[in-house]
């Protein structure tokens, strides 16, 4: 019980710190990614979704849920309040296909588009990605738990500011490197994700998002 209440005391205060400071942030690319994990037994799943600024390896933005599109909604729209500039940047995310869905109603600009004739109710909002962003797709087949092969596909945004991305991070080909290592890295450091971690570490109230 004294364990748990010095957790969610500094977990709060972690989070108010990282609220007051991380805000207004200059990046051009971020990088989503999701680490499986489970409260109390693993029939029931507890995901830690991130996003990274790959450039500097900053954590922007945390979430804890079910692997949903409820999750990757709220990941994608904390993170955007973050940034200075929504607008301007490449998401490189795996294939799971709420980014995806939920990529141009998040990073692009809503619009009405214009009603067919004079009756009738008007279309419902609309969302155009602008020249400035891409959201790129790193598909990884898998034979058991092996990866077989890996493609990419751009699913929004164009070939060339893609292109101009990886050219500035360095990178030969989209990837989500950077996201993968600090998640590697977190499940080593982390007694919970490794599964040797004590009984009480396992209750639901200490996988809860603040």
């Known amino acids: 019980t004294t364990v748990a209440r010095i957790v969610r005391t500094a977990g709060t205060h972690a989070q108010h710190l990282h609220d007051l400071n991380a805000r207004d942030l200059q990046v051009t690319s971020i990088q989503a990614d999701e680490r499986y994990g489970f409260v109390g037994r693993k029939k029931e799943p507890a995901w830690d979704a991130t996003v990274i600024d790959p450039s500097s390896k900053f954590l922007i933005q945390g979430e804890v849920g ?3 599109a ?3 909604r709220s990941l994608l729209v904390q993170a955007r ?3 200075a500039d929504p607008h301007g940047l490449v998401l490189f995310t795996d294939g799971f296909l709420s ?3 939920l990529f ?3 990073f692009g600009r809503p619009y009405r588009p214009a009603r067919q004739g004079t009756r009738g109710r008007f279309p419902k909002t609309a969302y155009r990605v602008p020249r400035s962003s891409a959201h790129v797709r790193i598909i990884k087949e898998y034979a058991g738990k092996r990866v077989v092969s890996v493609r990419t596909e751009i699913a929004a945004g164009t070939r060339t500011r893609v292109h101009e991305e990886l050219q500035r991070l360095g990178y030969r080909k989209p990837n989500t490197s950077a996201v993968e290592r600090q998640n590697a890295t977190a499940r080593r450091m982390n007694p919970h994700l490794a599964r040797k971690s004590l009984a009480f570490a396992r209750l639901t109230v200490h996988r809860v998002s603040l």
């Open 66 to 68: 079910e692997r949903t």
């Open 70 to 72: 409820t999750l990757t």
């Open 81 to 83: 309040e973050r940034l």
């Open 99 to 101: 980014y995806q869905t």
């Open 104 to 106: 141009p109603e998040v």
